[in-house]
């Protein structure tokens, strides 16, 4: 029973990663219907970043999320104004389309730009905490991976908070409910495009660093982490952050709990399938609107 | 003049057969990224420095005149789709021979590839015994088979004092095909070496949560963990051990622990792992300190554990060309067959299925250094066992 309380904690805990993950993904796509298959790349920028903040000037990883955050926030913009600033001027129908090829050309050339940067090596924030466990009766807590939990749900809430109280969030939401409506209000649409893409791009960067700590980072697991977030936004559907949030937690869970029942291999399918099964019974997602 | 320079430059594109006239064509294909990067990078590393060195020497004299070597590689960024086109390409380019990358299921892919286009071709970090067994011909390496490391587990093992051996052993198996031959060598080791295999898990490479086998190891009590997970695969596996506060007294983890990477990201926590790279810059064979030699000069270290058998395949490349007389695919696949030289990695001779029989070695990480620790002889520390704690160092 506590092994199983231990492994349903732990995919609790990856849970929060994932929906991290999916949160910038979820943002873009529900805001600019654009789906940027380069996301993992983004993270795996972030990861690198608070790799470089670690290894060069000794910073922590959890205080560099203060400098990858900002970074990554002018990188998302620099990226819409280069690139997806492109995509939203095609009518509604053919952006997906027209962002995929441009997210698949984006991460082939930020994983060549990675591999030129720092090598192919798998590469890891050694911390003096690292390993460090909080003991719960028979359930031993990790508190690196807690503490990836504990900023990720500040982050989400954080990006909440901002959707619903800021001028620019609730134009951002305006633009995401129905973009052409929002234009008529006098919103400033390409603005909020802006805006959404650049916070998409810095969830992506605090997951890559956050990804880091607990795990390691290398310049190919882009597209395992974009394939995860999409997972989560279809399960989690569009229109809530901490639906995407949630919906990250329960594929953590389910990952874990059919791990626990069917053994190791069958982790990833159990996800599918519940990913299809929405895609079959819900096609709005868990939390959608 | 500028246009003079320009047609001299197109002129030479244009006569190729000039420059194959001069040297021989080798096709190495190597994953320099992707999950196999690090060891990739050691492979390559091997094949550099050892073309390097053959060059200099003049190259590999084929009918009483001296040749160089040419060395075209490719990355195939560890996915085997790409390892097979990268193949194709080279062959169509005239390479005579075939040099592989790192990683069995990258190997097993290009195995193929090279029967079809009949072309010789040698490939270590590649343990893999299966696909030697499906009567491929041109297909060579001498490197230690699955077999080998679970018979050569045993003599590890014997290292210990007979009361302190480890008697239960979790094995976590990736789900390949590798995996499963090696679950199956160290099982079947286990009634020779006196262990019993306690926990036999799967998992998929790739997996973020190693829980469920490392509990289950845990509270099986496992005196031992046996595994051959990608380098990923493997810092998580130790991550998470350490935080679910379980230390096996010895652990093997073969091709995760093979590079230095190990030790930069794990630090303390990456000793004591136990590798199986079939050989060590501290073993003694001619040719070995030279190349450390050179290897120290381009990354300020002797020669990592792969570089060796890398560099090896070469050597004996070089030298079946020279007794095949002739840059000619069926007669150096016939000269590689006949090999029985000395290498860099001791005596080889290849088995009538293309498996070499060759030097083993275990090595294990201490103080962020890779000890060889098996066999005796060339040893350079003893096998430190049991591990302490995770907590405790």
Same mark, same amino acid.
């Given at each position: 029973?506590?092994?199983?309380?231990?492994?349903?904690?732990?995919?609790?805990?990856?849970?929060?990663?994932?929906?991290?993950?999916?949160?910038?993904?979820?943002?873009?796509?529900?805001?600019?219907?654009?789906?940027?298959?380069?996301?993992?790349?983004?993270?795996?920028?972030?990861?690198?970043?608070?790799?470089?903040?670690?290894?060069?000037?000794?910073?922590?990883?959890?205080?560099?999320?203060?400098?990858?955050?900002?970074?990554?926030?002018?990188?998302?913009?620099?990226?819409?104004?280069?690139?997806?600033?492109?995509?939203?001027?095609?009518?509604?129908?053919?952006?997906?389309?027209?962002?995929?090829?441009?997210?698949?050309?984006?991460?082939?050339?930020?994983?060549?730009?990675?591999?030129?940067?720092?090598?192919?090596?798998?590469?890891?924030?050694?911390?003096?905490?690292?390993?460090?466990?909080?003991?719960?009766?028979?359930?031993?807590?990790? /508190?690196?991976?807690?503490?990836?939990?504990?900023?990720?749900?500040? /982050?989400?809430?954080?990006?909440?908070?901002?959707?619903?109280?800021?001028?620019?969030?609730?134009?951002?939401?305006?633009?995401?409910?129905?973009?052409?409506?929002?234009?008529?209000?006098?919103?400033?649409?390409?603005?909020?495009?802006?805006?959404?893409?650049?916070?998409?791009?810095?969830?992506?960067?605090?997951?890559?660093?956050?990804?880091?700590?607990?795990?390691?980072?290398?310049?190919s697991?882009?597209l395992?982490?974009?394939?995860?977030?999409?997972?989560?936004?279809?399960?989690?559907?569009?229109?809530?952050?901490?639906?995407?949030?949630?919906?990250?937690?329960?594929?953590?869970?389910?990952?874990?709990?059919?791990?626990?029942?069917?053994?190791?291999?069958?982790?990833?399918?159990?996800? /599918?399938?519940?990913?299809?099964?929405?895609?079959?019974?819900?096609?709005?997602?868990?939390?959608?609107? | 003049?500028?246009?003079?320079?320009?047609?001299?430059?197109?002129?030479?594109?244009?006569?190729?057969?000039?420059?194959?006239?001069?040297?021989?064509?080798?096709?190495?294909v190597?994953p320099?990224t992707g999950r196999y990067?690090?060891?990739?990078?050691?492979?390559?590393?091997?094949?550099?420095?050892?073309?390097?060195?053959?060059?200099?020497?003049?190259?590999?004299?084929?009918?009483?005149?001296?040749?160089?070597? +040419?060395?075209?590689?490719l990355d195939d960024e560890s996915d085997a789709t790409k390892t097979v086109a990268r193949l194709e390409s080279?062959?169509?380019?005239?390479?005579?021979?075939?040099?592989?990358g790192?990683g069995?299921d990258l190997h097993a892919a290009a195995a193929s590839v090279?029967?079809?286009?009949?072309?010789?071709?040698?490939?270590?970090?590649?343990? *893999?015994?299966?696909?030697?067994?499906?009567? %491929?011909?041109?297909?060579?390496?001498? %490197?230690?088979?699955?077999?080998?490391?679970?018979?050569? &587990?045993?003599?590890?093992?014997? *290292?210990?004092?007979?009361? +302190?051996?480890?008697?239960?052993?979790?094995?976590?198996?990736?789900? &390949?095909?590798?995996?499963?031959?090696?679950?199956?060598?160290?099982?079947?080791?286990?009634?020779?070496?006196?262990?019993?295999?306690?926990?036999?898990? +799967?998992?998929?490479?790739?997996?973020?949560?190693?829980?469920?086998?490392?509990?289950?190891?845990?509270?099986?009590?496992?005196?031992?963990?046996?595994?051959?997970? &990608?380098?990923?695969?493997?810092?998580?596996?130790?991550?998470?051990?350490?935080?679910?506060?379980? &230390?096996?007294?010895?652990?093997? *983890?073969?091709?995760?622990?093979?590079?230095?990477?190990?030790?930069?990201?794990?630090?303390?926590?990456?000793?004591?792992?136990?590798?199986?790279?079939?050989?060590?810059?501290?073993?003694?064979?001619?040719?070995?300190?030279?190349?450390?030699?050179?290897? +120290?000069?381009?990354?300020?270290?002797?020669?990592?554990?792969?570089?060796?058998?890398?560099?090896?395949?070469?050597?004996?490349?070089?030298?079946? *060309?020279?007794?095949?007389?002739?840059?000619?695919?069926?007669?150096?696949?016939?000269?590689?067959?006949?090999?029985?030289?000395?290498?860099?990695?001791?005596?080889?001779?290849?088995?009538?299925?293309?498996?070499?029989?060759?030097?083993?070695?275990?090595?294990?990480?201490?103080?962020?250094?890779?000890?060889?620790?098996?066999?005796?002889? %060339?040893?350079?520390?003893?096998?430190?066992?049991?591990?302490?704690?995770?907590?405790?160092?």
């Amino acid at each position: 029973m506590t092994v199983l309380a231990q492994q349903l904690l732990l995919g609790l805990l990856i849970g929060g990663l994932y929906g991290l993950a999916a949160a910038g993904l979820s943002l873009v796509f529900g805001v600019m219907r654009v789906l940027n298959v380069a996301h993992g790349e983004l993270i795996m920028l972030g990861g690198y970043g608070a790799f470089w903040l670690a290894t060069l000037l000794g910073v922590d990883p959890f205080a560099s999320l203060a400098l990858v955050i900002p970074g990554a926030l002018l990188l998302g913009a620099a990226l819409y104004w280069s690139l997806f600033g492109f995509v939203v001027r095609a009518p509604e129908e053919t952006r997906v389309k027209n962002s995929l090829l441009i997210g698949f050309g984006l991460a082939l050339a930020l994983h060549a730009l990675a591999v030129r940067l720092w090598t192919a090596d798998e590469r890891s924030i050694p911390t003096s905490y690292a390993g460090a466990v909080l003991t719960l009766g028979d359930v031993s807590i990790p /508190l690196v991976r807690l503490a990836t939990l504990a900023v990720a749900l500040v /982050l989400i809430g954080a990006l909440q908070l901002l959707l619903s109280r800021w001028r620019w969030g609730k134009a951002i939401r305006a633009t995401a409910e129905d973009w052409q409506a929002a234009l008529l209000t006098g919103i400033d649409v390409r603005r909020a495009y802006l805006l959404a893409f650049a916070l998409g791009t810095a969830l992506a960067g605090a997951a890559g660093a956050l990804v880091t700590v607990a795990y390691s980072v290398s310049p190919s697991i882009g597209l395992e982490w974009t394939l995860k977030a999409l997972i989560v936004v279809v399960l989690a559907g569009l229109g809530s952050m901490f639906g995407t949030f949630v919906g990250g937690l329960v594929l953590g869970v389910a990952e874990a709990a059919s791990a626990a029942t069917f053994g190791g291999p069958y982790r990833e399918i159990v996800g /599918l399938v519940i990913f299809v099964i929405v895609l079959v019974v819900r096609p709005r997602g868990l939390f959608g609107r | 003049m500028r246009v003079l320079a320009a047609l001299a430059v197109v002129s030479l594109g244009l006569w190729p057969s000039l420059a194959a006239a001069q040297a021989v064509k080798i096709g190495a294909v190597v994953p320099l990224t992707g999950r196999y990067g690090p060891g990739g990078a050691q492979v390559r590393a091997g094949y550099d420095i050892a073309v390097e060195q053959i060059n200099a020497g003049g190259g590999v004299s084929i009918g009483g005149k001296k040749v160089p070597l +040419e060395l075209m590689l490719l990355d195939d960024e560890s996915d085997a789709t790409k390892t097979v086109a990268r193949l194709e390409s080279l062959g169509a380019q005239g390479v005579v021979a075939y040099l592989g990358g790192f990683g069995s299921d990258l190997h097993a892919a290009a195995a193929s590839v090279a029967e079809k286009n009949r072309t010789p071709y040698l490939g270590i970090a590649f343990a *893999l015994n299966k696909i030697h067994q499906q009567g %491929f011909k041109y297909l060579f390496s001498p %490197f230690w088979k699955s077999p080998d490391i679970g018979k050569h &587990t045993q003599a590890l093992l014997a *290292l210990i004092a007979a009361g +302190e051996r480890p008697k239960t052993v979790a094995i976590f198996q990736e789900k &390949t095909d590798w995996g499963q031959e090696m679950a199956a060598a160290w099982t079947e080791a286990g009634k020779a070496a006196g262990y019993q295999v306690v926990v036999h898990g +799967e998992y998929a490479p790739g997996a973020k949560d190693f829980s469920d086998l490392i509990l289950k190891a845990k509270s099986a009590n496992a005196d031992a963990v046996f595994g051959i997970p &990608t380098p990923p695969d493997g810092m998580t596996i130790v991550k998470q051990m350490k935080e679910l506060g379980y &230390t096996p007294k010895l652990t093997i *983890l073969i091709r995760a622990s093979d590079s230095p990477p190990w030790t930069k990201n794990l630090g303390k926590d990456g000793d004591y792992t136990v590798l199986a790279a079939g050989w060590h810059h501290a073993m003694r064979a001619p040719g070995v300190k030279e190349l450390n030699e050179a290897h +120290e000069k381009k990354f300020g270290r002797p020669a990592d554990p792969i570089v060796g058998p890398a560099y090896a395949c070469v050597q004996i490349l070089a030298n079946a *060309l020279s007794r095949a007389g002739a840059a000619d695919r069926d007669k150096l696949r016939d000269a590689i067959a006949a090999t029985d030289m000395t290498t860099v990695i001791g005596p080889v001779k290849f088995r009538p299925d293309g498996t070499g029989i060759v030097q083993a070695a275990f090595a294990q990480w201490q103080n962020g250094k890779q000890e060889l620790v098996w066999p005796k002889e %060339f040893a350079t520390a003893p096998l430190a066992y049991p591990a302490p704690p995770f907590a405790k160092r």
